[in-house]
């Protein structure tokens, strides 16, 4: 396995592990420690106001994307398989990958693991455009003393605010997300000055502007629709992940479908046309119910108040309800296929 980052570290950020995603942790035999969440709790953004706590069953974890790294690397280690850091990949061709300063490896068959802006989705499917979505996001983690264990998705006219603890509850995960026309480039680590985050999120209830104030440092993205990639395998080469099908965030799946693309694809590396024949439907559909997500948080007017009437009496009737609507996508379980 090559990876380009010189050590297995991570910028701070949260992830959601949904039991579809943690089936194949638990399978591989490695554990993350984190917070089991126990709700998904929508908010109105500006009054602060319940709209439903949605109950959720066992297996929803929040972590530490660097817990979730180390952990990997240490199975990695205990099955004794090579990692080379240090190692970026500039170029992918036919049967051998190129590396920085010329050198090739050679290879039979490659798993391009390396995301939206890696070698493999370059040569797998190049040209394919990426479009602004009109969004971009926020994402900061600030220590709290104490916060519920549940995923809490703050909902206004144009934006949203995801948070969620971390760590024994002592950090706290914040996803911001701001409707924009203006672009701004897509990459990991953007440096943004934390007073547009709060200027962004003024209007939003005390206890959301008392966490912004503590925010220090903070990263923005802008998020791109790559839409359906064309083909996830090109000659030796299969592509998973977001190298494969880069998902927005709004129903915190893209790492999840990581870990099932990885799970299945080990069991038919023979045949890479028939893996993506079974898997692309089922990632299809997880694309479209996150960008669906993105409309419903951020509606205005007459559709808010009518939207957010029915989540309250859903509350009081069946809060459970909505998330047995994604049965299909959590109820999965690709190792026991
Ligand atoms: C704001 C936000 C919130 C999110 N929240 C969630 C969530 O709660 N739950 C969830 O499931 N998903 C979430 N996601 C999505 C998730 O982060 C991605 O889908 C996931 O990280 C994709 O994993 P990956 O391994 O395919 O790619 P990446 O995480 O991008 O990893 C690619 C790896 O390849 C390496 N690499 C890249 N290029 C090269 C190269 N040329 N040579 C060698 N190595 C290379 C990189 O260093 C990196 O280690 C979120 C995304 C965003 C933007």
Redesign the pocket.
């Known amino acids: 396995m090559?990876?380009?980052?010189p050590a297995l570290t991570?910028v701070g950020?949260?992830?959601?592990?949904?039991p579809n995603?943690g089936r194949v942790l638990d399978a591989l035999g490695v554990s993350v420690p984190g917070v089991d969440s126990q709700a998904v709790h929508l908010i109105d953004g500006p009054s602060g106001a319940r709209l439903i706590r949605m109950p959720l069953g066992a297996g929803f974890r929040l972590i530490h994307?660097a817990d979730l790294?180390g952990a990997l690397a240490a199975r990695a280690g205990d099955l004794d398989i090579p990692v080379r850091l240090d190692?970026?990949?500039?170029a992918v061709e036919d049967a051998a990958m190129r590396l920085e300063g010329g050198r090739r490896i050679a290879f039979r068959r490659l798993v391009g693991?390396?995301?939206?802006?890696?070698?493999s989705r370059a040569f797998v499917a190049p040209d394919h455009p990426a479009r602004f979505t009109g969004q971009v996001?926020w994402?900061a983690i600030v220590p709290v003393d104490d916060w519920p264990a549940e995923a809490q998705v703050h909902v206004g006219p144009g934006r949203h605010l995801?948070c969620y603890p971390l760590r024994d509850g002592r950090a706290l995960n914040i996803?911001a997300?701001e409707e924009r026309t203006a672009w701004v480039a897509e990459g990991?680590s953007q440096d943004d000055d934390p007073a547009n985050l709060r200027r962004a999120f003024a209007g939003f209830a005390r206890p959301i502007r008392d966490v912004l104030d503590r925010v220090e440092r903070v990263n923005l993205?802008g998020?791109m629709d790559h839409g359906a990639t064309p083909r996830w395998t090109r000659g030796a080469c299969t592509a998973?992940?977001?190298?494969?099908h880069?998902?927005l965030?709004f129903l915190?799946?893209?790492?999840?479908?990581?870990?099932e693309?990885a799970w299945t694809l080990a069991a038919s590396l023979d045949d890479p046309a028939g893996w993506e024949r079974a898997r692309r439907p089922r990632v299809t559909r997880a694309l479209a119910a996150a960008a669906g997500n993105a409309r419903n948080y951020h509606l205005t007017g007459l559709r808010r108040a009518a939207g957010h009437a029915a989540l309250r009496l859903a509350d009081r009737v069946n809060p459970s309800a909505p998330m047995r609507g994604y049965a299909w996508l959590y109820d999965h379980d690709v190792t026991a296929d």
């Not at 090559?2 to 980052?5: D, L, P, S």
């Not at 693991?113 to 070698?119: H, I, L, Q």
């Not at 998973?240 to 494969?244: E, L, R, V």
């Open positions: 090559v990876e380009q980052a991570e950020a949260g992830l959601q592990i949904a995603g994307r790294i190692t970026p990949v500039t693991a390396d995301g939206v802006r890696g070698a996001a994402r995801v996803v997300v990991w993205w998020l998973i992940g977001d190298a494969a880069p998902t965030p915190a799946q893209g790492a999840n479908l990581g870990l693309d």
